[in-house]
């Protein structure tokens, strides 16, 4: 059975450091780096000055004119395309999170969006975001709960939730994270 075309770009993408020895983000800041626009200008550039079959240099060019290899995936798939790339590292505190609310009661539903997950029950009680490379925030609506420490006002954060927590870290999900955690999806009930 053939693989779809995306199916062979991740594919690629996954073999990439060990055929080309870097990754396609190594690769796509050497190429910006370079100035050049045009595509056959940097397919030229990656096979001549560095070796790149076409097939690689190719990927990498269109990734540079537009993401078309790391774009988000299908509506069905919204997580994954959120921790792709350089937030990758950060899946692993969501996947935290979720075990947690998961546990909370049979009534947890979680709703993928482009860019966050919200977390539901009757109503949405908080939401997980990869907000930097470095941090996902975690969304919370805590109404009448006053701000302080780590739990911060939203702002402009998302008008969805009245507080966030900015996480760093797994080690950051902590009895803390996962008391407000669960008083938001009591009072969302």
């Not at 994954?80 to 990758?88: L, N, S």
């Not at 009661?105 to 009680?125: H, I, N, T």
């Not at 490379?133 to 939203?154: F, H, Q």
């Not at 998302?158 to 008083?183: F, P, S």
């Amino acid at each position: 059975m053939a693989s779809s075309p995306e199916d062979m770009a991740r594919s690629m993408i996954a073999n990439m450091p060990e055929k080309t020895g870097k990754t396609l983000d190594e690769w796509v800041a050497i190429v910006k780096a370079s100035g050049l626009e045009k595509h056959g200008e940097m397919v030229k550039l990656l096979k001549s000055e560095h070796g790149m079959t076409h097939g690689f240099a190719n990927l990498v060019a269109h990734e540079v004119r537009g993401g078309v290899v790391s774009a988000p995936a299908p509506a069905d798939d919204l997580v994954a395309a959120q921790y792709a790339g350089p937030k990758a590292g950060l899946k692993p505190i969501h996947d935290r999170l979720v075990e947690a609310v998961s546990g909370f009661g049979k009534d947890v539903e979680l709703a993928p969006k482009k860019a966050y997950v919200s977390l539901r029950r009757a109503k949405q009680f908080g939401l997980i975001q990869p907000s930097t490379k470095a941090r996902v925030d975690l969304g919370l609506n805590l109404k009448g709960v006053e701000p302080s420490g780590r739990l911060e006002a939203s702002g402009s954060f998302n008008a969805m939730c009245t507080h966030r927590v900015r996480l760093d870290g797994v080690d950051a999900v902590d009895a803390e994270i996962l008391g407000w955690l669960k008083q938001a999806y009591d009072a969302a009930g």
